[in-house]
């Protein structure tokens, strides 16, 4: 049982190039969550998609969109890459409003 | 607009004893509210999910409290130990009806042997 996986773990981009970042979970969770984690200001909601076909915005959404392709697997992907956007990113699920699970991360710098 | 603080930022205390980790929240109509534990290069671990209408969470040495209208929940570690080591964070969800979660900072914790 896996949990939540997170590809790549690592990744260097120069800016405005593009990427996708993948999460699946194998919990037949419903809920799905992108998260940035910044040095002092802790973790943020990009996008979250509550349930299979749905996506809604988080704090702070700009720069990113996201796919819901099915209930198992919720993409983050940058279209231009910008060096704001160097972070660490998270995945999370959960059965709607209950625990949530994290993937490991994907580390990501933009040069 | 939902702020969560987690003071002390940090915190290193000598193996067996007893702490306590807070946090405080500035609006009180929440739905749930969780602590986890990140260990460094790692994501995070859910220790304790309490809901609004509960008081306290218990799991082994881990005892979580809350008090809505204080706007603030602490973490209860008894006995610690050095593999306690991590940081801890606490992320409240708004009674609105989203799916948003808002995360402290977090308390980063040492235990010395």
């Known amino acids: 049982n896996a949990g939540v996986t997170q590809t790549p773990k690592f990744q260097v981009l120069k800016t405005g190039q593009s990427m996708t970042l993948q999460c699946a979970q194998d919990?037949?969770?419903?809920?799905m969550y992108w998260y940035r984690q910044d040095p002092g200001m802790g973790l943020r909601l990009i996008y979250y998609s509550a349930s299979e076909g749905t996506t809604d915005k988080g704090e702070v959404p700009n720069g990113y969109n996201v796919s819901r392709l099915n209930k198992r697997e919720f993409s983050l992907r940058l279209e231009s890459a910008a060096p704001s956007q160097t972070s660490v990113y998270f995945c999370?699920?959960?059965?709607?409003?209950?625990?949530?699970?994290f993937g490991p991360g994907t580390r990501l710098t933009v040069l | 607009k939902q702020e969560v603080t987690q003071i002390p930022a940090a915190l290193s205390v000598p193996e067996g004893e007893n702490l306590v980790l807070n946090c405080s929240f500035t609006d009180s109509a929440i739905y749930n509210l969780q602590w986890f534990r990140q260990d460094p290069g790692k994501g995070l671990t859910s220790l304790l999910l309490i809901q609004s209408s509960q008081r306290e969470q218990t799991s082994g040495r881990l005892n979580a409290s809350l008090d809505k209208s204080s706007g603030r929940s602490t973490l209860y570690i008894a006995a610690s130990q050095p593999g306690d080591s991590a940081t801890y964070l606490c992320a409240v969800r708004r009674a609105s009806g989203t799916y948003k979660y808002i995360f402290g900072t977090g308390t980063r914790l040492k235990v010395l042997a």
């Open positions: 919990m037949n969770h419903n809920s």
């Open positions: 999370a699920s959960s059965e709607f409003t209950d625990t949530q699970y």
